[in-house]
């Protein structure tokens, strides 16, 4: 242990109770710690190359494809399925029975009766059967403008129009990408110590980056010609990501203050660089550029949604004449101080800006994103120690007045018809008696209310097992900071969009489109490097790359 070198210096970290805000976490932007650009710098470390040995798509563009690649000393495989979709059956909805493309990320290299079991059940989805060689499910449609227009053009022999690649970025919106057990799929523990996958979502990360070459190749086949390198690198995989993503963040809370704590102790790291070289400063320069370039092509109809871009893109200017004039010890330091003054959104686009020049000082910290030790917390010998633990770690949730009919204004609840997570308006609608135990700030104030007064911790356990759940939630706190959302997630005012793009942040998502405050578009790899790349260890210069860049 005396030969380990000692960390590197960082500042204090950012405060729970500043960080843990849903304002603030709606506002992320994704970094070199992304699930997706971790994946690739391990892919482009082993030189990985994809190949396709099996390829049976007909001159309409339907039947099947495998893809393989090694990663960390195994083989995986990508069995994509191309179906015909009538237009009327084209839906984003989780309700949908049926999309133009289907996938199964396979456990080594299928053989032709696996092939076919595979054909046969990746298009019925939840419907289907799979086994624990099936490790990702995943279903996509066709963004149907911009793929008939590539196309086409491909066809007349030109290179399709970069503005509406651009405006669109994905040939193929993917509207589920299923791991850890679901639908019968393996389950997580069979991988999470496996070299390459142990890091949260990878294998799911592999199969969109796996998907995207095949939509690649599928509009080559069609168009009969090949792609320019530069507008293919551009075309990413769209998704469309509602509800069912949000209570995750709540459900597994070591998890959250894990990515959370990484990101967090990344950006201190950074500030606390006492001197910059001109390589830095170079690279700052260049990728400040590219972040205005992103804001200048990043456009969604909802109108507040494109007010908070322009308010970026308005303030930005400030940040790189700011950059230009970096001076003095700790200069990120006082960059980071002096952003203080702008937005949460320009902050947080400024925090992904500062960790991009230091790989040395950032990428390690992905090794502690996953959870491998399992469920940890501090146990309490007193009832006076629950009580100040609550005190401390929760003042945010003694503060809320649940009284008051807006601070209970909604419920979250599962759908039985597709068992996943909805919300409902408690004075407006049934179901309430069927709550999931998302209202955590609730919860734990109750246990408060109820610790008032001296007694036996173990008594009081035994006598009110109702709290159980908000006294684990303490008792992680206490160990993991980061672990909680500072917010009222069952009040009027809990936006779910924002634990959403916290979440797709973190999985390297960009181009949020919110279509509404419970479900968003948003484009995964785009910019992200191309096979060849990959296979030529060239896989992490790539944060808000666009063809301008």
Known sequence: MKDLAPPPPQTALRPPQEVMRLSRMGAMFPTRLSFLRSLLRDLAAERARLTRPVWEIDEQGYGHAVYSITLGGRVYSLVAISSHLPDEMRSDRVIATAWDSAYVLYDGVPDADEIARIAQNAPRQEAGRFTQADLVLSRANKSVRLFSHVVDSLRTGKQPDAGLIN?????????????????????????????????????????????????????????????????????????????????????????????????????????????????????????????????????????????????????????????????????????????????????????????????????????????????????????????????????????????????????????????????????????????????????????????????DLREFRAAHPEHELALRRVQINALHPYSEIHDNLIGAACLPIDMLRCKLAFFGATKFDPKSDRWTRIALAQGAPLPDDVAQGTADDWWLWGLHA
Request: with cysteine.
């Open 167 to 455: 405006a669109v970025g994905y040939l193929m919106r993917t509207t589920a990408v299923y791991g850890n057990g679901k639908f019968g799929i393996a389950d997580r523990g069979l991988i999470e110590d496996r070299p390459g996958l142990s890091g949260p979502f990878a294998a799911e990360m592999l199969t969109v980056w796996m998907i995207r070459s095949f939509t690649h190749d599928l509009v080559e086949h069609l168009g009969g010609a090949p792609l320019d390198a530069r507008l293919k690198r551009h075309l990413g995989i769209g998704n469309s990501t509602g509800l069912g993503m949000a209570p995750f963040l709540v459900s597994h809370p070591i998890l959250l203050n894990n990515w959370m704590m990484a990101r967090e102790t990344a950006l201190a790291r950074v500030r606390a660089v006492d001197a910059l070289t001109d390589d830095h400063k170079d690279q700052l320069h260049h990728l400040a550029r590219r972040a205005a370039l992103h804001l200048d092509e990043w456009r969604v109809p909802a109108p507040e949604h494109q007010a908070r871009i322009d308010r970026i893109a308005g303030e930005w200017p400030k940040v790189q004449d700011w950059l230009s004039r970096l001076e003095g010890p700790a200069p990120l330091d006082q960059l980071f101080v002096r952003a203080q003054a702008l937005s949460q959104d320009t902050q947080e686009l400024l925090v992904a800006l500062l960790l991009e020049p230091f790989p040395t000082l950032v990428d390690g910290l992905s090794d502690c994103m996953a959870d491998p030790l399992g469920l940890r917390a501090l146990p309490f010998a007193k009832a006076d120690d629950l009580r100040r633990a609550i005190e401390t770690g929760f003042a945010w949730a003694l503060a809320i007045d649940f009284d008051t009919p807006p601070e209970q204004h909604q419920f979250w609840y599962v759908s039985e018809e597709k068992l996943e997570p909805r919300l409902g308006l408690r004075f407006e609608e049934p179901g309430a008696e069927l709550e999931s135990p998302l209202d955590i700030a609730r919860r734990v104030q109750a246990l408060h209310r109820a610790l008032n007064g001296p007694c």
